[in-house]
């Protein structure tokens, strides 16, 4: 890895398993449920929330397989990697909406085995393993607006 490429600082402190988690639920909503990556987050160590954008709210089964789903590649133990790549080569690629303005040249890339990959330069766990036991503890739709709170369990 490049470590003299300079990077656009990172506002927030997360907690790397959950941050990482975070990755996981965002890769698995487009997957699954087609929508993008949630724009509003917040993640903290004991309890995270993500919202999306859905024309109608998920179904328990659909909760019950995203979270499966995500427990599923936490067991797998894929490793996460990271990757520099011109921010050019990642507008063709990713869904750069959620990048600052002033993003840098060099974007990084972070990968979850091959399951995920966006542009990040928060903190995260090495192998999915370290994530611990993914659970969605609440769900709420309002005004077209999926909200998922998710805990981790060691
Ligand atoms: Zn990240």
């Known amino acids: 890895m490049d470590q003299e490429i300079q990077l656009n600082e ?10 990482t988690a975070e990755h996981l639920l965002n890769g698995t909503m487009v997957k699954m449920i087609g929508c993008k990556r949630s724009r509003n987050a917040h993640i903290e160590r004991k ?14 089964d659909q909760i019950k397989e995203i979270e499966n789903t995500i ?22 690629k990713y869904d750069l909406e959620r990048l600052p303005d002033d993003a840098t040249e060099m974007l990084r890339i972070v990968h979850i085995g091959d399951y995920d990959a966006c542009p990040c330069v928060g903190a995260h766990v090495e192998h999915t393993s370290q994530i611990g036991h993914f659970r969605i ?6 005004d077209g607006m999926q909200r998922i709170v998710f805990r981790l369990d060691q």
């Open 137 to 142: 503890s609440s769900a709420r739709y309002q």
């Open 47 to 60: 309890k995270s929330k993500c919202d999306y954008p859905l024309p109608q709210p998920l179904s328990d």
């Open 10 to 19: 990172h506002n927030k402190t997360e907690h790397p398993p959950m941050h």
């Open 71 to 92: 427990n599923n590649v936490i067991a797998q133990n894929l490793e996460i990697t990271f990757e520099f790549i011109p921010a050019e080569e990642a507008a063709t």
